[in-house]
């Protein structure tokens, strides 16, 4: 079956833009996680989804920061006003509860100017 | 907090050989999850073993397998027969059993970076 997605593939920003990051969970997956991906930092837990249950929240850097699930599927990640420091890979991955496996988008790649 | 250290930042493998990647973790739980993830420059990362803490028998999945010492707090990948297109990132990562904030999510190494020769 159909994978996570995610979109854009590749996004570039000038610093102060907002910006959206879209995935598109496996049917069926309850649970929704953000990471993010950058040189200096490694892989970092941002967010985390499960079911109607308030989001985990611990891990977004900063207010700039905030994420939605809207019907228990598709998830939107907004980064306001961003900054430099923001360029990173940004993944999404599902999972069919929060104690299976997390499955992984491709990710997207984001070049803050 | 839980802490995953991945010694070798770069490997390489001539094709057809075995080899094994490093990972040590740090923990005072006595149940979690291990996984290894691959990598390649398609930046999708695909799982490639799991293994649970509580199970003494090492995962294994084809070519793959890994030597989970408990005690020791060590989860190595051993990559048998290796072929060019294992050739990608490998991170090590840790999940935690337990419930509560921040629980659900994996802790990743730094990764290894790994080439096959032909």
């Known amino acids: ?113 | 907090a839980q802490t995953v250290t991945q010694s070798q930042p770069e490997m390489s493998v001539q094709e057809a050989e075995t080899v094994t990647l490093s990972c040590t973790y740090d923990t005072s739980e006595s149940d979690y999850y291990l996984f290894w993830y691959k990598q390649p420059p398609s930046r999708q990362m695909i799982l490639v073993i799991r293994q649970e803490a509580y199970k003494q028998q090492n995962a294994t999945e084809n070519r793959f397998s890994v030597n989970f010492q408990k005690a020791a707090k060590s989860f190595s990948l051993k990559i048998s027969d290796s072929q060019l297109g294992d050739a990608a990132m490998y991170f090590c990562a840790y999940r935690t059993l337990y419930s509560g904030a921040g629980s659900y999510q994996l802790t990743f190494g730094k990764g290894t970076k790994l080439s096959v020769i032909p």
């Open chain 1, 1 to 113: 079956g159909a994978g996570v997605s995610q979109s854009p593939s590749n996004k570039v920003t000038e610093k102060g833009k907002d910006v959206e990051l879209r995935c598109d969970p496996i049917s069926g997956h309850t649970a929704l996680y953000w990471y993010r991906q950058s040189l200096g930092q490694g892989l970092e837990f941002l967010i985390y989804f499960q079911g109607n249950s308030a989001p985990d929240k611990s891990g977004l850097p900063s207010d700039r920061f905030s994420a939605e699930r809207t019907g228990g599927s598709v998830s939107t990640l907004t980064i306001q006003r961003t900054q430099q420091e923001d360029s990173a890979v940004y993944l999404c991955a599902s999972s069919l509860d929060n104690r299976e496996t997390q499955y992984f988008g491709p990710g997207t790649r984001l070049l803050v100017l």
